[in-house]
């Protein structure tokens, strides 16, 4: 399958993609040339201004300026000095929605996933169809995906926390995650 996901995947609303990239093809050319292809495992929507657990509930700045562009962009961020969060940004221009991929075969947790792919601040707006180190493929579906709370996002209020905007899937059978030269 391995094709490209095109920029009008990601003009949907955050609820939509966030489960629809679960099963889908992570792709990273690393500096050497070498790639390497991750299924997606598990993600979390982040749904604009009213949600409180967004970075851009507080509103358009240089940190979240990004997620208020077209979909289909990346917005990462560093969290305790060490770790980049990876986001693809979701929804039309304006609409500041955005999905963290919490998970990859073979990374469990966000922070794991930015080193395995070594993201840096210099990923910050990288459009993901036309980038040649980071972008998305198509990929068979996955059979079942689940839903649960947010994690890590006390600090929203129990409303937002609580809402089941986490899609993951408990195990792919398959082995994705293989390196091309």
Known sequence: MNDRLSLDFFLADVLEVAPSLIGKLLVRRFEEDRVERYRITETEAY???EDLACHASKGRTPR???MFHQGGRVYVYLI???YWMLNLVAGHEGVPHAVLIRGIEGFSGPG???RALHLDKSFYGENLATSSRIWVEDAEPVAE???SKR???KYA???WENKPWRFYVDSIRHKYHKTVD
């Open 47 to 49: 749904r604009g201004m």
């Open 145 to 147: 995906i689940k839903t």
């Open 64 to 66: 979240t300026d990004v």
């Open 112 to 114: 794991l996933v930015g």
């Open 151 to 153: 994690i890590g996002i």
């Open 157 to 159: 209020g129990e409303e």
């Open 80 to 82: 305790y000095g060490m």
